[in-house]
């Protein structure tokens, strides 16, 4: 199940649910059972219902929670239950009022362009869509050079009011640009999808000025409305019904906005979660929960460049404070109810996107490029073959192992390779038992680099090289061959990154950028566990198909880079990240092609990127002590300010001193050297 708290969270969700919307579009339109597309299952992520006339519904298994009249020109009832405007009304009306209703409506918030084209389109018969496809395919590429595109650089064809619309997303919203978050969001949702804070309205509150800025009520001192039985339980219920009906919970991927007001917010419905749902251990039954911290460039929105500007306003102090305030509050509360808690920064500068967009102040842009990344790390948790698919499958079915998800036993042909038990709980153990503690740092190639011939060549050459002076008594427990699909994946087990780098690096970390604030390398130099998810590499220009024959060659770049000792595990899936309608324009045009492979060419392709490779890495790392010190101290400053004084105190939380500095004291200590498992 999918929790996401807070506008980042939301704009970033979006993206990240339009890309599970065209993977689900790829799967119905390719019902070939041997395309790596097949790999996916959707229903880790959707559920199956009806709407009250029976129709059926496909909708994501997600609450979100964010200001009233943050989904703009969308029903609270969604399109796909036949929502009306007289029934949102009537909904309204206070039945305890005995008094006649005055009804003052504002302007509705007309539709984006986009959602607009989006609904004309869903409306057209079907065979006229596939018509239109085959008729675009066979006009598609008329040069000959597999890009898409004529010499020129320009479509063979004009594109479509949807695709015009798509392209006028990336404008600023004064100029028609996204506005709201359900502007370009594709998937339907369902109404227990919405839980909309009363009181609290988009454009009038002003979430971004702290942990727990939502908090403050002028009617009491130290007690939240949004701290009482009520309130909490009107949060939680949508989570319930969506469980209820679940055939199983892997577990819970959150989405939030830490540093402002939603970061409290997702505190407490978090450890109402914890309280459902049993512990942490899978062993009590408990559901591990996976923590996306998504925060905006802190210095920038502070009106700070640099770590060591001083604020020149107080408004500018002001910022400062609520963000060393939040960045503690949010590392010691929610790392702990947490099994990981990813801290992501949006508006990080990747080798092949576009310079325009950089920091640019465009929500809608940022939380592009982390849905990617998103999408990608949550993969293994979305296979068939997964371990938590696979209990599924055996508890639905008598234990035949079988059903209606396939597992590795029944796949053809190798689109996945690595290990096949990967459910929520042993990534969170994976990636934990170094150091004990939930920090984790994801770093990201986005597009990933291409497979080129000199490293095929080369890794054929060690390959050969070991397979002729291994000894027949460790051939088992050392095969490169690939047969053993199983195993603990990659390197499996801890070892010495040895040899020198290429004079362009590894590609597994030539590109590779690191989307955790305060970690700059995407390898770290101590002692480390990590989960590297790979889909989508291409080599020499062509798809790879079957990924277990490139394995040799990503744990060779592995094995080439300079780190420390490491625990690893490595999967290997050969479908791309497909790039949906409504996807930022961020790519540096005439530098990549339709496949996202990089053209050394004369910039004569300008066209869309239509999927990608794409190169995750989550880690365990002792990289993450110098922040946490940081972290510890600007916290320290800052509460024991007057003006950090008054804004613990407005918010409810000024009895947490101690505890939050404790808390952060603790996660340091843990990457003591004699800490380390």
Sequence with gaps: MTLQFGPLANWTGAHYWNIQDEILGLQQRDLDSKSPISDINPTALYREGENPSGQPTYTPRLVLYDLSGSLGAVST????????????????????????????????????????????????????????????????????????????????????????????????????????????????????????????????????????????????????????????????????????????????????????????????????????????????GGKPIMLYAIRPPSLLSAGLTSPDDEPSSSSSRQLLNANNLSLGLSTAMLSELSNLYIPIQLGVKFPWLSSQWQYHDSAYQWSGVVAAALDTVSLPLRLYNSAWTSSLSSSSNGGGGGGGGRNSSSRTGRSVYGPSHTDMWTLSQTLTQQYNTPLTALSMAFPCPVITEKDAQKVAQQTDNRQHNRSTSDGDSDSDSGDDEGRAGGRGSSSTHANSYTNRGPFTSSQTVSLTPGIRRAVSQGRYSEFITLRGVRCLGEAITDVASIAPVVDAALNRERGGRCVQQRLLVAQPLPIPLGFPKVFKSGCLNRYGDHVDGNGDVNGDVESTGVLTRLTGTDDFRPGLEKTLEEFGRSSGSIMGQSMMRSWGMEDCKEEVMERLHSLAGKYDEGDGV
């Design 77 to 284: 009832r969604g399109w796909a239950y036949n929502a009306s405007e007289e029934e949102e009304t009537d909904s309204t009306i206070i039945s305890t009022w005995s008094a006649p209703p005055d009804i003052r409506r504002s302007t509705r918030i007309p539709k984006s362009d986009f959602l607009q084209r989006l609904e004309e389109e869903e409306e057209e018969e079907e065979e006229d869509l596939e018509e239109e496809e085959v008729d675009r395919d066979e006009n598609y590429d008329a040069d000959g050079d597999g890009d898409g595109y004529s010499r020129v650089g320009e479509p063979l064809i004009p594109p479509t009011p949807l695709e015009t619309a798509a392209d006028r997303l990336n404008q600023k919203a004064k100029a028609g640009g996204a506005r709201y978050f359900t502007d370009y969001l594709k998937a339907p949702l369902h109404p227990k999808s919405h839980v909309l804070l009363p009181g609290k309205w988009h454009g009038t509150t002003d979430p971004s000025l702290g942990y727990a800025c939502l908090s403050e009520d002028s009617s009491s001192s130290s007690s939240s409305y949004y701290c009482s039985a009520t309130q909490i339980e009107a949060m939680t219920e949508p989570i319930r019904y969506l469980a209820e009906e679940s055939d199983g919970i892997q577990g819970f991927q959150c989405m939030v906005d830490d540093t402002s007001g939603f970061g409290r917010y997702a505190q407490q419905v978090l450890q109402e979660v914890k309280d459902d749902f049993g512990g942490s251990g899978s062993s009590s």
